[in-house]
C-alpha cells in the first residue's frame, strides 16, 4: 500500500528556512500530483501549494516568493523549500499525493517559527 512519510520540521526563528521532504513507498506507476497543506492551531486546514503531475506549481498567496515545491519523481519524493519563515507559518504542514485519482496523506510534521 502507499505511504507517504514526512520530514524536515523543527523549530526556527522568524526569517529562517527549512526543507520539508515527503517520499512515497508502494506501487507508484505513474508520476503523481502533490500538495503541501498546513493547519495552524486553531485553525482549519490549509492548501499551501501544489504541484501537478507536469510540473506546475501554484502557491497560496501568503507563501508565494518564499516557498517552493520541487519534486525528484525518480525517489518519488516531494519538497517545500520554505525560506524567510515568519510566525504565521507555525502549522502542522501534510504532504498529499495524487495518483490516478487517489488521494495519499503524509503524517504531518510541525513547524514552529519564532519571533
Known amino acids: 500500500q502507499v505511504q507517504l512519510v514526512e520530514s524536515g520540521g523543527g523549530a526556527v526563528q522568524a526569517g529562517g528556512s527549512l526543507r520539508l521532504s515527503c517520499a512515497a513507498s508502494?506501487?507508484?506507476?505513474?508520476?503523481?500530483?502533490w500538495a503541501w497543506y498546513r493547519q495552524p492551531p486553531g485553525k482549519q486546514r490549509e492548501l499551501v501549494a501544489s504541484m501537478t503531475s507536469f510540473g506546475i506549481t501554484n502557491y497560496a498567496d501568503s507563501v508565494k516568493g518564499r516557498f517552493a515545491v520541487s519534486r525528484d519523481n525518480a525517489k518519488k519524493t516531494v519538497y517545500l523549500q520554505m525560506n524567510s519563515l515568519k510566525p504565521e507559518d507555525t502549522a502542522v504542514y501534510y504532504c498529499?499525493?495524487?495518483?490516478?485519482?487517489?488521494?495519499?496523506w503524509g503524517q504531518g510534521t510541525q513547524v514552529t517559527v519564532s519571533s
Open positions: 508502494g506501487g507508484i506507476g505513474s508520476i503523481p500530483a
Open positions: 498529499n499525493m495524487n495518483a490516478l485519482g487517489f488521494n495519499y
